[in-house]
């Protein structure tokens, strides 16, 4: 038991440590002001968005610091989206209404609508944004000059994650413990190797040369999570990407309900842990590290463990307060860790019998990848 202790400790320990570097890194980053003549374009897929995209155009209306214009792709919507558009469109021509093309074979849905938002825009910019997500004044502003400033092809960030119910709580928090916990992000940027490559699809800003030798979303037509597909493929042409504090750039409610957020988090997660590769390595380490300290507590009362479970509560308690999430997420924590592991798992096996993704009313092949 002394030995497991031990085991549990150290898996405890590294992302506790790593958290902290990580932190300290991305308070490091400076903030710069776009220079030159840049124009940002702000591209918005949107499919059935009528409740979200009045509230993300009035957004990204308010922003400063930089020239914008807004683009929204209507993507097949059958709700009101185009008309709530078109009325924000009839009081600023900075608001261009878009209406997506037929989706092509071997196509994603939101890829297709971003691959013609990124043809139609006219910015030295591209900031991708999703329809649920709420613009800061400054966030195109502040990620247009770290992009100068770091010279990255590509800049991303984690908006602030808006959790209420407790669906949310057990789902959502998952998505900064595993980057802050698990991403080297002092070694990500000094390197450009793929594996390192990280972003968040909700917001990410490509500066447009880059984007365009690189592929763009078109090089990537056939997968889902954009945001990690994307950065690696920036690295993979030799262009650096970095990802920058987010809860002052943005805000993001993904979910509302515990059902569409485990559908939400399952639509992709075969390109992401769920692999026969991954997701036993994974398991390991999210077990080991924030589960099983807690479980065998109450039975095996040694200073290991409960130093094990101490910075597993540590670490999930540092990285809510940085990113300003809920801190009902804190004594949450184990059983967000197990029902991730849960999604992950069902995806996996799911794969197995050949089912499909399906996001928005539609359908798409899974296939395990290594």
Not at 63 to 92: K, Y
């Amino acid at each position: 038991m002394t030995v497991l202790g031990l085991i549990l400790l150290a898996l405890a320990a590294l992302p506790f440590a790593l958290v902290l570097m990580n932190l300290a890194t991305l308070r490091a980053t400076p903030r710069r002001a776009p220079q030159g003549d840049v124009l940002v374009s702000i591209l918005i897929p949107a499919r059935n968005e009528a409740t979200n995209i009045g509230a993300a155009l009035a957004a990204a209306q308010g922003s400063v610091g930089v020239p914008v214009e807004i683009l929204v792709m209507d993507d097949g919507s059958t709700d009101g989206t185009a008309e709530i558009v078109r009325a924000h469109a009839a009081r600023d021509a900075r608001v261009r209404l878009l209406t997506a093309p037929p989706l092509e074979e071997g196509w994603t849905g939101k890829v297709h609508a971003c691959h013609h938002l990124a043809k139609a825009a006219k910015g030295t910019h591209l900031l991708f944004v999703d329809a649920d997500v709420r613009l800061s004044p400054h966030a195109a502003a502040q990620l247009a000059g770290h992009a100068q400033d770091a010279q990255a092809g590509l800049v991303s960030a984690v908006p602030r994650q808006v959790t209420r119910s407790v669906g949310e709580l057990l789902t959502v928090p998952t998505i900064n413990l595993l980057l802050l916990g698990y991403l080297p992000m002092g070694f990500m940027r000094l390197s450009r190797d793929p594996g390192l490559g990280a972003a968040c699809g909700q917001l990410m800003l490509a500066e447009r040369e880059a984007y365009r030798l690189s592929g763009g979303h078109a090089a990537i037509r056939s997968r889902i999570h954009d945001g990690i597909q994307l950065a690696r493929l920036f690295r993979r042409r030799g262009f650096m990407t970095d990802l920058v504090p987010g809860e002052d750039l943005a805000s993001c409610r993904m979910y509302t309900r515990f059902g569409e957020a485990w559908n939400g988090f399952a639509k992709n997660a075969h390109e992401g842990m769920a692999t026969p590769v991954a997701l036993p390595v994974w398991t390991v380490l999210l077990l080991g590290g924030h589960v099983l300290p807690f479980v065998l507590l109450p039975f095996v009362p040694t200073l290991p463990v409960l130093a094990a479970a101490l910075l597993s509560l540590a670490a999930r308690t540092a990285v809510t307060v940085a990113t300003r999430e809920n801190p009902w997420s804190i004594p949450l924590h184990p059983f967000t860790i197990l029902v991730g592991l849960a999604i992950q798992w069902s995806v996996l096996l799911r794969i197995g019998t050949a089912r499909r993704a399906g996001w928005k009313g539609r359908l798409y092949p899974v296939e395990a990848k290594p």
